[in-house]
């Protein structure tokens, strides 16, 4: 299964399928995608060639492999990683109702997205820790009984 679907995403650049299917083939494809950029970079013919055996070992079609070892794997020079982006379709499949998603090549020139290192607040500033004295002054603080705590029977 993930053969056919790795060959078919090699060929069209993307495909549709299954979010779980997609999150299977994730890491399966950008295995392979390593292969052929460590393929790239060597300098021995004989190293490149047993990386391209290696990748049609598991992708088991000759003309994808091809065409990522010669034309797709110059995309991902330059990006570590992250190759493949998944995105979930919000819709489900009419005879299982199995959530539906896109699984697609990333283009050389995306720079994706960052992630944040702290907690925000409304306008955008990082929120400021409270100190560390103020928790245990509120613990030691002795709390008063309100009305709404207190039992009909004692209001008498």
């Not at 994808?64 to 995105?87: H, P, Q, S």
């Not at 050389?108 to 560390?132: C, L, V």
């Not at 008063?144 to 207190?150: D, I, K, M, Q, S």
Request: net charge positive; hydrophobic share 40%.
């Amino acid at each position: 299964m993930m053969a056919n679907m790795s060959a078919s995403l090699i060929t069209h650049g993307r495909i549709e399928t299954t979010l779980a299917k997609a999150k299977a083939l994730r890491p399966f494809i950008e295995k392979v995608i390593t292969k052929a950029k460590q393929a790239a970079a060597k300098t021995e013919k004989k190293d490149a060639i047993h990386l391209r055996r290696l990748a049609l070992s598991v992708v088991r079609d000759e003309t994808a492999i091809t065409k990522l070892f010669n034309e797709t794997v110059k995309e991902f020079t330059n990006r570590n990683g992250g190759y493949t982006r998944i995105y979930k379709l919000g819709q489900q499949r009419q005879g299982d109702a199995a959530e539906m998603a896109l699984i697609e090549f990333v283009k050389a020139d995306d720079p994706g997205y960052k992630k944040s290192k702290g907690k925000r607040n409304a306008k955008g500033k990082k929120a400021k820790a409270a100190p560390a004295s103020a928790p245990a002054a509120e613990a030691s603080a002795p709390v008063a009984a309100t009305p709404a705590t207190t039992t009909p029977e004692a209001a008498s």
